[in-house]
């Protein structure tokens, strides 16, 4: 979601003006069911989890509606194609240049067509059987990235939602043509 709003918020700029951005918001098994945040900067202390899932999607909706949110679809396979992607969900498939795979470090991780970059989980305790995917930087091939917990980060709400952030201006520095790019709103003058 994090990287879906930074996504969304380039909307203004010419090289973003094309872009078609979606989300598969699949929400059955987040970390965020069931925490407490009181240690994350910018979040009132005692929030839950289920409110930051209830607010983060009414926040993508509400500031960037032509952000396309999928509701209650889960990702099964994924296959390249001559353009980009071919995603294969429950209910049906879509296409896309660009993906990013965040869906936490769970070791029942079944997408088919990611398996192959799979690897036991770099920075949480090897008891608890976590899998990361390989990536460099976020990247885990060609327009393929990773985000979040599944990209090998600790687990802190930050660092996830943060992950999610720069694989977005990734994004925006590919569709800048290599120029680096962030968005940054400011307070009228
Ligand atoms: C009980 C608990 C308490 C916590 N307390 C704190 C705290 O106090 N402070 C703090 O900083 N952090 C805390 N955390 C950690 C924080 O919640 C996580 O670090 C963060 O949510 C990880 O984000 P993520 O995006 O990597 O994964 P998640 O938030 O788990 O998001 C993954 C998403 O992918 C979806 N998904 C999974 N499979 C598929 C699929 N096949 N297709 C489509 N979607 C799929 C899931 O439904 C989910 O919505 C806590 C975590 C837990 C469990």
Known sequence: MSCALVLGSAKSKPFAKD???G?????????????????VLGIAPGTTGKEILKQGKLQLAETYPHVIQIENEKVQKI??????????????????????VAVG??????????????QPHANLPAAKQRIQLKNINHKVDDN???????????????????????????????WNDG?????????PK
């Open 179 to 187: 120029q680096t790019a962030m968005v940054h709103d400011s307070e």
């Open 105 to 118: 470090p769970s070791n029942l991780f079944n997408i088919e067509g990611l398996i192959q970059y799979l």
């Open 23 to 39: 989300i598969i918001m699949h929400q059955k098994a987040s970390a965020l069911d069931g925490a407490l945040f009181n240690n």
């Open 144 to 174: 393929l990235y990773v985000a979040g917990v599944l990209a090998g980060w600790r687990s802190q709400f930050a660092t996830a939602a943060g992950s999610g952030a720069h694989v977005a201006t990734d994004i925006l520095t590919l």
């Open 19 to 21: 872009k078609k951005i």
């Open 79 to 100: 296959e390249r194609t001559d353009t980009g992607f071919q995603i294969i969900t429950n209910k049906t498939h879509y296409s896309s240049k660009i993906i990013v």
